[in-house]
């Protein structure tokens, strides 16, 4: 059974940083592609970053130069350094895996499995 577990969203003020985790499990993690989605209340989810299995990385327009998206394989784990918070990045954050493709996509149904999602809130 694939099993996605974000960690690290939370409070922070703009201007601030967070790290947020995923940790995959029941799933090749080497394989495939992982990408990291964002909803806030009353939108759409959308598109924030994607990383392939050969780390290729692909960014929505809004976050370019303030997050980056990594991927530890041999920890099954994939990561979102958010630099530069602004009020506008508060939403749900979610993980997803794109189990068998080897480019990074940018819609929803595209993915196969995804987590539970983290709560980010950045004040102003």
């Known amino acids: 059974q694939v099993q996605l577990v974000e960690s690290g969203g939370g409070l922070v003020q703009a201007g601030g940083s967070l790290r947020l985790s995923c940790a995959a499990s029941?799933?090749?993690?080497?394989?495939?592609?992982m990408g990291w989605f964002r909803q806030a209340p009353g939108k759409e989810r959308e598109f924030v970053a994607g990383?392939?299995?050969?780390?290729?990385?692909t960014y929505a327009d809004s976050v370019k130069g303030r997050f980056t998206i990594s991927r530890d394989n041999a920890k099954n784990t994939v990561y979102l350094q958010m630099n530069s918070l602004k009020p506008e990045d508060t939403a749900v954050y979610y993980c997803?895996?794109?189990?068998?493709?080897?480019?990074?996509?940018?819609?929803?149904?595209?993915?196969?499995?995804w987590g539970q999602g983290t709560q980010v809130t950045v004040a102003s």
């Open positions: 029941g799933l090749t993690f080497s394989s495939g592609a």
């Open positions: 997803a895996v794109d189990a068998s493709s080897w480019a990074v996509h940018t819609t929803t149904n595209e993915y196969d499995y």
């Open positions: 990383i392939s299995w050969h780390r290729d990385r």
